[in-house]
């Protein structure tokens, strides 16, 4: 399905401190699950010789972004003896050790971690793939082989866990378990796998079965989703062989639309806007759907169309009114309506000279510009409009630890609170103050 001065730094610790600490990010693409970040003051430019990290940790191997909320900071990796940074599409199994770790936000000192035995037989092996998930005084991780946790955040204890291989008696899909979970008020909403458990919701409290819902040959690795849509909040699970809506209360079908994945390859979230659902994966998977005004039911508009939407692998696209922008399987930046498919532009620069596959840019609105988090580690401040693409500032926040097709890669999504952004590779989590 990849460093301290000391003046400077004092100086943007009392800035960070002084920003509201209603700038947490508290999992998967942050607090509303939209990639967008609202500081008090937004950036247009870098200094001259670049940005200082206020902290670096050092950690381990892992794609799973950071979680950031008040004072702490939490992430996950994986520790083993052999040798992790593989890029291919075998199984070829490993043991070593995922671990959780509390971050205090101020020093980057571990406060507590937590750690078990796992064996790995998954592609791409270096890591966990999922953003820890804070809610209220507890959080919530799950690992690539299905482990799945509920600590007290501020203590690390273990309130409960599953093994989700285990109990819905399953093997990992080949990417391992990436599908970031959800919580839907008293609920833990996240992919599972087995016979009649595609997704299930667990009593967040409890860690005890709520619902299940789907049998699919394979689990996938869409996240679940909920939006509101034919008068009724709809749960949207899309797997290698359909796009489902469920009742996210019981998890009974609303409406099912065929979708057919190449090596059960459907990774992004659907995204929504008004009547429109459209959702698109590897080789040119593309997908349209209509949803009812009325009632919850919906419709296929048009499928694998060449040269309409996208296809996206490793960045979840956003939409803004009725464009949605997102990083195609291409290697490139683009936009298009979602109504039509129609493409408005697309561009490779943010991530490279020329459109390599699986080209990564992971993107965040803030007011009127974005901040691009590409593969080589680098920061870029952008305008992004249904007219193009405009370059304001570009600066280097991390290296690329890891490999994918042949070229060295970072292919971990980023934090932003505090006025910082926090980002991590396979050796160091950092925390970078943006001036």
Not at 58 to 70: L, T, W
Not at 82 to 87: E, F, H, L, S
Not at 359 to 385: H, P, Q
Request: charged content about 20%; aromatic content about 10%.
């Amino acid at each position: 399905m990849r460093k301290s001065l000391l003046i400077a730094n004092l100086i943007l610790t009392c800035v960070g401190s002084s920003l509201a600490r209603g700038e947490d990010w508290p999992g998967w693409m942050g607090p509303s699950r939209d990639n967008q970040w609202k500081p008090q003051t937004v950036p247009s430019s870098f200094p001259e010789g670049g940005l200082k990290a206020l902290w670096s940790t050092k950690i381990a191997g892992g794609y799973s972004g950071p979680a950031v909320v008040g004072n702490r900071v939490y992430v996950t990796d994986m520790v083993t003896q052999a040798d992790a940074k593989v890029d291919n599409f075998g199984r070829k199994a490993f043991d070593g050790n995922e671990r959780v770790h509390c971050i205090d936000d101020e020093s980057g000192k571990v406060l507590w971690t937590h750690e078990y035995p796992v064996t790995y037989a998954i592609s791409y092996p270096a890591g966990p793939r999922c953003t820890p998930i804070v809610d209220g005084d507890r959080l919530y991780t799950l690992g690539a082989e299905g482990d799945l946790f509920c600590f007290e955040a501020a203590s690390g204890k273990v309130i409960w866990s599953q093994k989700l291989k285990s109990v819905y008696k399953t093997d990992s899909p080949l990417w391992g378990y990436a599908a970031h979970p959800l919580i839907d008020g008293d609920n833990l909403i996240t992919l599972a796998g087995g016979e009649g458990s595609q997704a299930v919701a667990l009593n967040k409290k409890t860690g005890q079965e709520v619902w299940r819902f789907g049998a699919a040959k394979e689990t996938g690795y869409s996240p679940p989703t909920i939006i509101q849509a034919g008068g009724v909040r709809q749960l949207i699970l899309a797997n290698p062989q359909a796009v489902n809506s469920v009742n996210p209360e019981n998890g009974k079908l609303y409406w099912s639309i065929p979708y057919l994945a190449d090596n059960g390859s459907i990774i992004m979230s659907p995204v929504h806007s008004g009547k429109y659902l459209f959702i698109g994966g590897y080789s040119n998977r593309n997908l349209l759907i209509e949803l009812a005004s009325n009632e919850p039911k919906a419709k296929e508009l048009w499928r694998n169309q060449a040269k309409k939407g996208m296809s996206p692998v490793n960045v979840q696209p956003m939409v803004i009114g009725n464009i949605v922008y997102g990083c195609d399987q291409s290697g490139e930046l683009m936009a298009f309506e979602i109504a039509t498919g129609n493409r408005l532009w697309e561009t490779s620069k943010p991530i490279s000279d020329r459109p390599q596959g699986s080209g990564t840019a992971f993107m965040v609105k803030s007011g009127d510009r974005f901040f691009l988090f590409n593969e080589s580690g680098e920061l870029i401040i952008a305008k992004i409009s249904p007219e193009g693409y405009q370059e304001l500032a570009r600066t280097n926040i991390i290296k690329p630890t890891n490999n994918a097709f042949g070229r060295e890669v970072v292919w971990c999504a980023p934090a932003f609170a505090n006025g910082s952004i926090y980002v991590r590779n396979d050796e160091q989590i950092v925390r970078v103050p943006l001036k």
